[in-house]
């Protein structure tokens, strides 16, 4: 089956350093990826997305690496804050409009 | 607040009971997501509609399992004869083409 992973399950990093959250992905036919945020009891919280046609996007604080070659790609947050704390997770679409999700990161950044 | 609702926030069932979630969707919205979610795992993909046409259903979907989305505005999720594996997080999303916005999900616990 289809697949999104991710390469590690937790993270640590002081406040005010970047993260670097990575997930790779199984087939090569995904055209659009979108990285969620979840805090514990809410609903995933869109956070950046990336066509595949594109290999960076920047948000605020955000960006979204893809590299197709090695089908992986990276969420970077910048001077992560508390309030980053929380479980990521990366998306793809693949055929029509079916997204599969990754196990998750969970981030906490120690103040 | 995404704008995405869903009702009940909880619901604890008993074994073979019978059970409904809801979601209403952003109004704009013409496409509507069902996922299920375990504790530590990503947001699993259920089946999906445009409008009020329920056009993608995962294979994994027990027959058991039945959505409707009968003006193309809010959906139902009906469980029957409930099983103590269907205790989830069901979330539902909604979009126009691409970004997925995520309601905060109904929390089924089967007894």
């Known amino acids: 089956g289809e697949s999104v992973g991710l390469h590690l399950p937790t993270l640590s990093v002081q406040e005010g350093d970047n993260s670097i959250i990575n997930c790779a992905y199984s087939?090569?036919?995904?055209?659009?990826f979108i990285w969620y945020k979840q805090e514990s009891g809410k609903g995933p919280q869109f956070i950046i997305d990336?066509?595949?046609?594109?290999d960076k996007r920047q948000g605020q604080r955000v960006t979204v690496l893809l590299n197709k070659t090695v089908k992986h790609l990276s969420l970077q947050i910048a001077a992560t804050q508390p309030g980053d704390s929380a479980v990521y997770f990366c998306?793809?679409?693949?055929?029509?409009?079916?997204?599969?999700f990754g196990t998750g990161t969970s981030l906490t950044v120690i103040p | 607040d995404t704008g995405v609702s869903q009702d009940p926030r909880h619901k604890i069932t008993k074994r073979g009971q019978n059970v409904t979630f809801r979601c209403d969707p952003i109004?704009?919205?013409?496409?509507l997501y069902w996922y299920r979610q375990t504790l530590g795992q990503g947001p699993e993909f259920l089946t999906y509609?445009?409008?009020?046409?329920?056009?993608?259903k995962s294979r994994l979907l027990s027959d058991r399992f039945s959505a409707e989305r009968p003006k193309g505005s809010f959906s139902t999720l009906e469980i029957q004869r409930t099983e103590q594996g269907d205790s989830a997080m069901y979330l539902c999303?909604?979009?126009?083409?691409?970004?997925?916005?995520f309601g905060p999900g109904t929390r089924l616990t089967v007894l």
């Open positions: 999303a909604s979009t126009t083409i691409n970004e997925q916005f």
């Open positions: 087939n090569s036919a995904s055209d659009y």
């Open positions: 990336i066509r595949s046609n594109m």
């Open positions: 998306a793809g679409r693949v055929t029509g409009n079916q997204f599969y």
């Open positions: 109004s704009e919205h013409n496409r």
């Open positions: 509609f445009q409008n009020e046409a329920q056009l993608e």
